[in-house]
């Protein structure tokens, strides 16, 4: 178990593709189809929608299978030492919590200096009791903690529910460890074949992905239009602006602390980001980030642990995004709201936002209950609801590379990474 091989020839398509045309070459070239049938043709983008939501049901049929295999092969298979588990949630807790933090204030910073909605007047939305409903479903942080807990491994694999399937899979593998004997061989060589198999499962899969990218990315086109973007141009601006000021402030000094291979990593992690920011899902993104991490050198017991745990505890786009979000709304409804104030409200959505990827249409939820909490019109929401998908996008990508960056860090910080060269196999301590 020590040696797991990181080809990932078969999930990856070749850099010599179809007409000689690589991976990324056809997704660039399917987001430009998309974004010219979602301009040109606005009525015709929604029938694109159907060829989106394969992609995305293929890539939700894929994943817990995927995780819970390499998940339990990763903890189980190095059993021996339990307390490397305990240390490595510590670290990246800790980790996750600082990261998250600097998102927040550099976003509050930034809506502050850019003050994107002033200028804007709210009026009451004829369907503001929807964004009334989306507010009551705000997640509590006891109910977090209570939803963490599957209460049947069937359903949350049904639901998707990658936190709850972490958590079942931890106890598994822990269980797992201390069983001694043929049982335990065949278990773990059952999973090590259940997961070799999930991985040229995703190669295939990824060969639709351009198809699946751009009808998505003509659907977002159609539907939201360029002229809302243009109106909504600060807005969007300062959000994107301020995501790059992070990658650039925070994500690139710890990269460079860590002493990580910028080049190599930037090389592996490129496909999964536009597939983030093209699809605006960061579950579409998941199995190749898993293989670009293990490929970069990351142990597979630390990317199968660390990726999905900061898929629901570092979503540093998100957060960064509320942070503007709701500072947005105050200016747009002509409120002043003093720094002791806003700084609550960013304590409310750092502990609220713990609970995003277990609530559909997440963010707009958080949201939601945050403007009901501090008395602010929920209202607001619907003008932001014209970019939403666009800004989506951004934080979305965001979010999958501060994941990965995390996913290294972590291996770093347990003195475990390895960088082969491309081709090699990752060594993964024992």
């Not at 797992?176 to 065949?186: T, W």
């Not at 990593?265 to 983030?276: H, N, S, T």
């Not at 720094?339 to 939820?365: D, E």
């Amino acid at each position: 178990m020590a040696h797991l091989s990181a080809d990932t020839s078969a999930a990856t398509p070749g850099k010599k593709g179809f007409l000689g045309i690589g991976f990324t070459g056809w997704i660039i070239i399917s987001m430009i189809a998309g974004i010219l049938v979602g301009w040109l043709a606005p009525d015709f983008a929604p029938n694109l929608k159907p060829f989106a939501n394969i992609f995305l049901r293929m890539i939700k049929s894929l994943i817990v299978p995927l995780l819970f295999s390499t998940l339990v092969v990763g903890i189980a298979g190095h059993g021996d030492d339990m307390k490397k588990v305990g240390k490595l949630a510590l670290r990246s807790i800790i980790y996750f919590e600082v990261v998250t933090t600097l998102a927040l204030a550099i976003g509050l910073i930034a809506v502050n200096v850019v003050k994107p909605g002033v200028g804007l007047s709210i009026s009451a939305a004829a369907d503001s009791e929807e964004f009334k409903a989306l507010a009551a479903k705000t997640p509590t942080f006891g109910s977090v903690l209570e939803h963490t807990v599957p209460q049947s491994f069937f359903e949350a694999a049904a639901q998707n529910e990658v936190l709850q399937i972490v958590f079942f899979a931890i106890i598994f593998a822990v269980a797992l460890a201390k069983v001694e004997g043929p049982s335990k061989k065949f278990m773990l060589d059952w999973l090590q074949s259940l997961s070799d198999i999930m991985f040229k499962f995703v190669g295939i899969v990824m060969t639709y992905a351009p198809i699946g990218i751009g009808a998505a990315i003509g659907v977002t086109v159609g539907k939201s239009g360029l002229d809302v973007m243009i109106n909504l141009a600060k807005l969007v601006g300062t959000l994107y602006v301020s995501l790059i000021i992070f990658v650039v402030v925070v994500l690139l000094p710890i990269a460079m602390l860590a002493k990580l291979d910028l080049k190599r990593f930037w090389a592996l992690v490129k496909e999964p980001w536009l597939i983030a920011f093209t699809t605006a899902s960061s579950e579409a993104a998941f199995p190749q980030a898993m293989q670009a991490m293990e490929k970069f050198g990351v142990p597979r017991r630390i990317v199968s642990f660390v990726l999905p745990t900061g898929y629901s505890f570092n979503l540093d786009g998100s957060t960064l995004y509320l942070a503007i979000a709701s500072v947005f709304v105050a200016q747009a409804a002509g409120i002043d709201m003093p720094i002791g104030t806003q700084l609550l409200m960013m304590l409310t959505l750092m502990l609220t936002s713990k609970g995003v990827a277990a609530v559909p249409r997440a963010s707009l939820v958080i949201l939601s209950g945050a403007l009901a909490q501090f008395g602010l019109p929920l209202e607001g929401i619907a003008i932001i609801l014209g970019v939403d998908a666009i800004m989506d996008m951004a934080r979305t990508s965001v979010n999958l590379l501060g994941n990965c960056l995390a996913t290294a860090v972590m291996a770093r910080w347990e003195g475990v990474l390895e960088t082969p060269k491309d081709g090699a196999d990752v060594v993964v301590p024992a």
